[in-house]
């Protein structure tokens, strides 16, 4: 099934030459079929890059999907046309009545900052709560991952010595989980983060499960809530070129920077990226989407609580 997106998101050109079916809102209202409504707060400076990793990922699915995108009043994006944000983009005080079944919630560049420091917080706290009651189940990437730990269950972050990235192998440690459907006993994941949250304080926590973890990155999932909210410190929907993008621009810079882990082929950046995560990427998506959405979510949206 194809993706329901705003008409004119740059995203539906970018993957219709990745011979990738998207949909605009117009063309699909004449369908007769219940979409799955998914929200997207994207905190990524970069939103169409953004936009377009997940659109990309999410198109896999065979269930049809309807993208809505959030974003919080507090903030104004300096790297996004303020058109693009008018055009696709609605406040999250506008979007609060409604109820989704599923949501996503992005990475974002505040590592430096304390939670409570960051200027949108009081905002964030708001929509992470709300999520809990109008939304299905919710997915928390990277920086969001944190921080929904941190809010929802008092979990810390701590600093790394040097930034953790690259792409990790990974050890799902509950294959019985429906998110792990088909996967490998080993799975790769890019990371690029400054901070880590970790097991011990994890464990701690009765309604914290940790699911995948690496003995070079950490803890890499966690679940809560029996599913409805999953927690992913890294980036199964990066596209081939992120880390690539993220390691030049780094080192043009002059910021201390490691070429990335297991990226390049034989660490040259010349031979180009071996791509070893897309497959798995795409996976958990899907069985996200599938059975802690579509199978838990009711068909009266309305119900949701």
Request: net charge negative; with cysteine; proline share 6%.
């Amino acid at each position: 099934m194809p993706l329901r997106l705003p008409d004119r998101l740059p995203a539906i050109e970018l993957l219709k030459k990745e011979s990738i079916f998207v949909m605009g809102s117009s063309r699909a209202e004449h369908q007769d079929i219940r979409p799955l409504r998914i929200a997207v707060l994207n905190l990524m400076p970069l939103k169409i890059t953004t936009e377009t990793d997940l659109v990309r990922i999410l198109s896999n699915s065979p269930l049809q999907l309807e993208i809505h995108l959030m974003k919080v009043k507090a903030h104004t994006s300096k790297n996004t046309p303020v058109e693009h944000m008018r055009a696709f983009y609605r406040d999250f005080e506008v979007m609060k009545s409604e109820k989704f079944d599923g949501f996503i919630i992005t990475g974002a560049p505040l590592e430096h900052l304390e939670f409570e420091d960051v200027s949108y917080w009081d905002e964030i706290m708001e929509i992470f709560d709300w999520s809990r009651t109008h939304v299905t189940s919710t997915l928390y990437i990277c920086w969001a991952a944190q921080a929904g730990l941190y809010h929802h269950y008092g979990i810390p972050k701590y600093q790394l010595s040097e930034k953790m990235f690259g792409i990790f192998p990974q050890k799902p440690l509950d294959m019985r989980l429906p998110i792990f459907r088909g996967f490998d006993d080993k799975f790769n994941m890019p990371h690029s983060r400054h901070t880590e949250i970790r097991r011990a304080d994890i464990e701690a926590v009765p309604e914290l499960k940790v699911i995948a973890e690496s003995p070079l990155s950490g803890v890499s999932m966690v679940m809560a809530r029996g599913g409805r909210e999953i927690f992913v410190t890294g980036h199964s929907e990066y596209s081939p070129l992120t880390l690539d993008t993220e390691y030049k621009r780094d080192l043009d810079k002059g910021l201390p920077i490691h070429m990335p882990y297991n990226y390049y082929i034989d660490d040259d950046m010349e031979k180009g990226v071996k791509v070893t995560w897309r497959a798995h990427g795409n996976l958990l998506f899907q069985n996200w989407l599938n059975y802690y959405v579509y199978q838990e979510t009711p068909y009266d949206i309305e119900n949701i609580h």
